[in-house]
């Protein structure tokens, strides 16, 4: 009896110890599960959509996924996402999986952190907020893999850079058949030596008031006027001779008619519905989050020009600073989520900070380009 009640305490304290360890109120879940997956597409959807600079970023691979199911509201889905351009501008609306991913020598990448809302019964899927953080690859590494490959313009208005803008226009606009179009904004730009100097460029357009036939005493367009598409040009030069050659690419509703411009894309394809809420501008009265923008791009210079001196010390994922938390309360904050669904209800999820640990030995997912040019470690 004297040994048994010395054990029968010990049991009872060992319970008790390990019943106050608090449980983590996520799910452990794969990155390569194909509803994380969905999700994940979803959540960068968003993100391309909220955007009116730049290009559709693609999805490389899900870095880390936390779910966080509620009863009766879904779920809130916190992820890491590993992310790199794409050739089309994020004016032309097009889903990021309809898009040519550039080759690594021109290529931005980086990261972003999505929390996204999910509700399958209600068919409601809504971006709660994001942050990305993206950098072109290291240009020293591109030269030291591909010396002959174009390197990147800096300055988007040097003369050479406009020249070969200027004229590649002046082309389009020559072979169009009737409407023509005047530059809105250069968005890159870069050069190689050939057999001469060349330079390669793209750039927004906007639709000139004019005909063809006018050209000549057309006044200028408005300043407030949208872009229509985005063109890509290259001018080359051997001894005295030049050589150009464009290629226009008109957005969503604003390509030209059959038989009129050339190489104007097709409407975008179909993108999954998501709800949007049903009452525009209305905050939700217990938001965590005051800001009205759901989030941002934020775009850093080569990582390896210039770098400071205690840069040896810094992790990869440290140089791509992604900060993302609606709330810093561990027991997180009430969000009315009440304007996405239809009827007078009141409905408010729990939004908790943002996990800072990945937990789930299925993460990292399989990456689409697994070059580590183009993905963080």
């Known amino acids: 009896m004297g040994l048994l009640l010395p054990l029968v305490l010990y049991s009872l304290a060992a319970c008790c110890t390990a019943s106050s360890e608090p449980l983590s109120p996520f799910l452990s879940r794969g990155c390569n599960d194909t509803d994380v997956l969905a999700v994940g597409g979803f959540a960068l959807q968003d993100i391309n959509s909220d955007q009116k600079e730049g290009y559709v970023l693609s999805l490389n691979r899900v870095r880390d996924v936390h779910e966080h ?8 889905f916190y992820l890491t996402l590993d992310v790199w351009q794409t050739e089309c501008h994020v004016l032309s609306k ?11 020598h021109e290529q931005t990448y980086g990261q972003c952190k999505a929390i996204f809302y999910i509700n399958k ?54 072979e169009s058949t009737s409407k023509q179009y ?30 063809k036939s006018q050209a000549s005493i057309c006044a200028f367009q408005p300043p ?63 938001s965590p989050s005051k800001a009205a923008s759901k989030g941002s791009v934020q775009y850093l210079p080569d990582l390896d020009v210039e770098e400071p001196k205690d840069s040896q010390e810094k992790s990869p994922v440290e140089a791509f600073p992604v900060q993302l938390d609606l709330t810093t309360n561990p027991q997180g904050e009430a969000l009315d989520v009440s304007s996405l669904f239809l009827g007078p209800m ?8 943002f996990p800072k640990e990945q937990d789930s030995a299925e993460c990292p997912g399989p990456a689409q380009n697994a070059n580590p040019l183009v993905l963080l470690p």
């Open 224 to 286: 407030d006027s949208v872009p229509v598409g985005l063109c890509k040009g290259d001018l080359s030069k051997m001894n005295l001779k030049k050589y150009l050659s464009v290629t226009c690419n008109f957005f969503e509703s604003q390509a030209p008619t059959p038989g009129g411009e050339n190489s104007a894309n097709q409407g975008p394809a179909n993108l999954p519905k998501v709800e949007k809420p049903q009452q525009q501008n209305t905050e939700p009265t217990h």
């Open 94 to 104: 097009k889903a990021w999986k309809d898009c040519k991913v550039r080759m690594f």
């Open 346 to 353: 009141s409905e408010k999820l729990v939004v908790l900070p």
């Open 121 to 174: 019964p209600r068919r409601v899927l809504h971006s709660l907020a994001y942050n990305c953080t993206l950098s072109p690859v290291p240009r020293r590494k591109v030269q030291f893999m591909c010396p002959d490959c174009p390197s990147p313009v800096a300055d988007l208005s040097d003369p050479r850079v406009l020249e070969a803008v200027t004229e590649s226009l002046a082309k389009y606009n020559n």
């Open 69 to 76: 199911r509620q009863a009766g509201l879904g779920s809130v």
């Open 182 to 211: 005047s530059l809105h904004k250069v968005t890159r730009a870069t050069s190689q030596w050939v057999f001469g100097p060349s330079y390669f460029v793209e750039y927004l357009i906007k639709e000139s008031p004019c005909t």
